[in-house]
């Protein structure tokens, strides 16, 4: 499987167009399309794993781990700001939608209001 094929794969599980992918990474116009016949800088495939949650190794192929390496398991998540913001909130390996980010959020300010 190539970058680009992997890529895509894992953007569609993500939820993700290739379009909406790459504006996300601020990547220059269809930077990801150009990937299907020439290699990605350094630089761009790392912000494509970031937004994608993976690391750059997982989409060269050396890894079938999709865990960032960046990602310090010791900082607390923000899950007011994680659950109000656009972008990807996911549960089971699936990306939340809007509806239920906001139903989530709810419910959390409800249950502090209880305490």
Known sequence: MTV?????????KRGYSLTRL?????????SIYHW?????????LKKVADVLGVSVDYLLG????????????NVPIDLDKAL?????AMFD???????????LLAMLKTMKGND
């Open 93 to 103: 390996g699936q990306p939340l939608s809007d509806e239920y980010k906001k139903a």
């Open 84 to 88: 109000s913001e656009e972008g990807m």
């Open 4 to 12: 680009f094929e992997r890529i895509k794969e894992l953007a569609k």
């Open 36 to 44: 299907r016949t020439k290699s990605p800088s350094t630089a761009s």
């Open 62 to 73: 050396n890894t079938d781990e999709m865990h960032s390496n960046n990602r310090d398991d």
């Open 22 to 30: 790459n504006n996300e990474a601020g990547l220059g116009t269809n």
